[in-house]
């Protein structure tokens, strides 16, 4: 009983976080200015952090795992990430190299505003500009060029 307020305002804020990942996006930004945010590189804290190229495989790989939907209510951790990117059992050496992979990779999204980190945990959440330009790029990555074609038209 005593953690009653405290629950419901968790639960509140992953119903929100939930309800948005799954609503649509709707922006009017034209996809090739939220691409060229990404695709410079960027200066933080006065350390360079290299361009994201949304259609290398690596990078595509690492966009669509941020995005998964079960990542929406809890975000997501290095652990999680590392499963998605990395496929089979590894010796210690090769799971610590792995491990600090991902660390610069999450850096690198949270360099350019992608992501954030919750305080007090190894957790990650998309940002609400992280997820407008995730799901577009995403989408484009998707999309073949006759759909693209008939939307022009």
Known sequence: MADLPRRAEVS???NERYLLALA????????YQLAEQLCRPVWR???RFRALNPWSPLD???LQ??????????????????????????????Q?????RVSRLLAL??????LRKVSHTHRYHLTPKGRVVVTALLTARETDTQKLTKLAA
């Open 12 to 14: 509140k804020a992953a």
């Open 24 to 31: 649509a996006v709707d922006e009017k930004t034209p996809l």
């Open 45 to 47: 804290k006065g350390k």
């Open 60 to 62: 595509g790989l690492l």
């Open 65 to 94: 795992a941020i995005n998964r939907g079960e990542f929406a209510i809890n975000g997501l951790r290095n652990r999680e990430l590392r499963s998605l990117l990395f496929v089979g059992k590894a010796s210690a050496k090769e």
């Open 96 to 100: 610590a190299r792995r491990a600090a």
């Open 109 to 114: 999204l949270r360099a350019h505003g992608i």
